[in-house]
Nanobody, 123 residues
Framework: QVLLVESGGGLVQAGGSLRLSCLAS????????MAWFRQAPGKEREFVAG????????DYKDSVKGRFTISRSNAKNTVYLQMNSLKPEDTAIYYC????????????????WGQGTQVTVSS
């Protein structure tokens, strides 16, 4: 069982930065792939970034490559999403997800989800 709690969301102007954090409980955090998804109003939830349990593999949605960076600290049971050069279209609720499977873009892969944190980017 893994409990995930996100933090770090907020309101930022276009071009600004935010860093999201996701704190995981459970002794097996190091064995889980982690990912960030987002859901904007009226849209489906979409994959943003993922990282393998040893940080040896990362994956990003094309539109965030070069702007967002996913990382993790297994010692702190935390995964991060550094978001730079934010755009209004990045506005969404951001969710942290975990699974013992390899990193994947499909949300059905992930068994554990956080409650989400709101990110709003003003133009």
């Amino acid at each position: 069982q893994v409990l995930l709690v996100e933090s770090g969301g907020g309101l930022v102007q276009a071009g600004g930065s935010l860093r999201l954090s996701c704190l995981a409980s459970g002794r097996t955090f190091t064995r889980y792939s982690m990912a960030w998804f987002r859901q904007a109003p009226g849209k489906e939830r979409e994959f943003v970034a993922g990282i393998s349990w040893l940080s040896s593999s990362t994956d990003y949605k094309d539109s965030v490559k070069g702007r967002f960076t996913i990382s993790r600290s297994n010692a702190k049971n935390t995964v991060y999403l550094q978001m730079n050069s934010l755009k209004p279209e990045d506005t969404a609720i951001y969710y942290c997800a975990a699974d013992s499977s390899p990193v994947a873009r499909g949300d059905t892969t992930y068994d554990y989800w956080g409650q989400g944190t709101q990110v709003t980017v003003s133009s």
